[in-house]
């Protein structure tokens, strides 16, 4: 891999001056593309909407397996283990992609960025999940990605001065209040030690996905998180041994499986679609589609971890379904 000057090189995407002022704007704001690109008609528009809308689908689907995957890894891993581990196998898959492509390191400017989703998505979010999941249900740590679009969509307007309408922001609120609290309904109403954990995760995972987001504009979604895995291989690496020293491994199918799914699902794969997804159609719609994950987490929960659900569910899962279809028709 070569390095790429900012200064002399210029970056794989050109990004034209409407382009920066729309970023994160909603389906209608311009993809980047390459100086002297006509412009996106009508059906070009509508076709990349759609596909940017199914891709961040795709990726919500991958994260909303990540804690009951979580759950069973923990089944034969320490927490430090457990996130350490993942980061380090995910790190290797985007590192052998980054290789076998010739991919040149980021310019300068995009380190910063990067350096934001890093802490966000590949160490802040899983690390502190992880321990949250210790002594919380998969169903209590779901308010996390619950409230997680709405933070995603309140820091992308003050990192980027997006301006979504006032019925997307009323359909975000409906949808947030509606998810949290079923969640809690669901946790029986009482806070834990493991809320300050999950608090946390929102806020540097909003930060990674907004920051991400934004990068995902001028640069592939898959580089994005690709060299912020490759980026925390100083971290996680000697973390990774240093903690399978200190906390004992009892291998099980289902902690192998739970392992292989957060380390290529959730942090690879997932964040490669999602991110994609985010450029195409504007981080704040993109999140918005993040308000079924509580409820997919809760099925994959009855699902693979046995546990029940209340008849408020379905009701729940209506609401919220409603809400995405009017945050998807707002313009932002």
Do not use: N
């Amino acid at each position: 891999m070569k390095t790429q000057s900012s200064a002399t090189d210029r970056p794989a995407i050109a990004v034209s001056t409407r382009a920066d002022a729309s970023v994160g704007t909603g389906a209608d704001a311009p993809v980047d593309a390459p100086a002297g690109t006509p412009a996106r008609t009508p059906v070009g528009a509508a076709r990349a909407s759609g596909l940017g809308t199914l891709l961040a689908a795709l990726g919500v689907v991958a994260f909303s397996l990540t804690f009951p995957a979580t759950a069973w890894g923990l089944e034969g891993f320490g927490p430090w283990s457990l996130v350490a581990v993942r980061s380090v196998l995910a790190a290797l898959i985007a590192g052998g992609c980054l290789l076998a492509l010739r991919v040149p390191l980021p310019a300068r400017r995009h380190v910063a960025g990067l350096a934001v989703v890093a802490a966000g998505v590949v160490v802040g979010f899983p690390l502190l999940t992880t321990l949250a999941l210790r002594t919380s249900t998969t169903a209590h740590a779901a308010v996390v990605v619950g409230l997680l679009p709405l933070t995603t969509a309140l820091l992308s307007a003050l990192r980027m001065g997006t301006r979504p309408s006032r019925t997307f922001w009323a359909a975000a609120l409906a949808g947030a209040a509606a998810v949290v609290a079923f969640t809690v309904q669901q946790s029986g109403g009482a806070l834990t030690t493991a809320d300050l954990y999950l608090f946390g995760a929102l806020l540097v995972c909003a930060a990674g996905y907004t920051e991400g987001g934004r990068l995902a504009r001028v640069m592939p979604g898959w580089q994005v998180i690709g060299w912020a895995l490759v980026f925390c291989l100083p971290l996680t690496l000697p973390g990774a041994a240093l903690a399978l020293a200190h906390e004992p491994v009892h291998l099980t199918a289902h902690s192998v499986a739970g392992l292989l799914w957060v380390a290529a699902g959730s942090q690879f794969l997932g964040l490669l679609v999602w991110y994609r997804g985010m450029a195409l159609i504007g981080i704040p719609k993109a999140s918005q589609l993040q308000l079924a994950q509580p409820l997919l987490t809760l099925v994959w929960s009855v699902l693979l971890l046995g546990e029940h659900l209340t008849p408020a569910a379905p009701l729940t899962a209506a609401a919220v379904l409603v809400c995405i279809a009017v945050t998807q028709r707002a313009r932002g």
